[in-house]
């Protein structure tokens, strides 16, 4: 059976594990069915040959499986086995349920993200802070001086005495 949701899925990574064999991560949280309050829609009537069956309701509806995702996302119902003989389901005409598919548009995310023509950024104060040589930090005074002077028996720091 081929659901939409499933096969449009992104995998995160793939690993071999010695007791599990190969191991697929999948991103859960990608998008794959858009809601939307312009479409019509007409109702199932649930019967008890069709509870907890998905896959019949939709092939009742639709003639197909293929569109199980629909129906389940079209009346939040994360869990198909709740589907009891009674419950009414909303579903979509079959031209409308491409208007309810989210497709990513592929871009490649470095063309998108970097713009290859664009000048770097100057820092003046960053190029007269190493012209001038200072070896610290800059000072927030006017006019910067020497961080420490050794003068005889006092060192000068930052521009206050300090008796050693």
């Given at each position: 059976?081929?659901?939409?949701?499933?096969?449009?899925?992104?995998?995160?990574?793939?690993?071999?594990?010695?007791?599990?064999?190969?191991?697929?991560?999948?991103?859960?949280?990608?998008?794959?069915?858009?809601?939307?309050t312009?479409?019509?829609?007409?109702?199932?009537?649930?019967?008890?040959?069709?509870?907890?069956?998905?896959?019949?309701?939709?092939?009742?509806?639709?003639?197909?499986?293929?569109?199980?995702?629909?129906?389940?996302?079209?009346?939040?119902?994360?869990?198909?086995?709740?589907?009891?003989?009674?419950?009414?389901?909303?579903?979509?005409?079959?031209?409308?349920?491409?208007?309810?598919?989210?497709?990513?548009?592929?871009?490649?995310?470095?063309?998108?993200l970097?713009?290859?023509?664009?000048?770097?950024?100057?820092?003046?104060?960053?190029?007269?802070?190493?012209d001038?040589?200072?070896?610290?930090?800059?000072?927030?005074?006017?006019?910067?001086?020497?961080?420490?002077?050794?003068?005889?028996?006092?060192?000068?720091?930052?521009?206050?005495?300090?008796?050693?």
């Amino acid at each position: 059976m081929e659901i939409f949701d499933l096969n449009n899925i992104k995998l995160i990574e793939e690993k071999f594990d010695k007791e599990l064999g190969q191991t697929k991560f999948w991103d859960l949280t990608e998008t794959t069915y858009q809601s939307r309050t312009d479409i019509s829609y007409s109702f199932y009537y649930v019967e008890s040959t069709d509870e907890m069956r998905i896959d019949l309701i939709c092939n009742n509806i639709y003639g197909t499986t293929e569109f199980v995702d629909i129906i389940l996302n079209f009346n939040e119902i994360s869990n198909p086995l709740n589907i009891k003989a009674g419950d009414i389901l909303k579903y979509p005409a079959r031209d409308n349920i491409e208007l309810l598919r989210y497709r990513k548009e592929s871009k490649d995310l470095t063309k998108s993200l970097l713009n290859r023509n664009k000048a770097p950024r100057k820092d003046e104060g960053r190029k007269k802070y190493i012209d001038d040589n200072f070896s610290l930090p800059p000072t927030v005074l006017p006019n910067p001086i020497e961080p420490v002077v050794q003068d005889g028996n006092d060192a000068v720091i930052g521009g206050g005495l300090f008796n050693s």
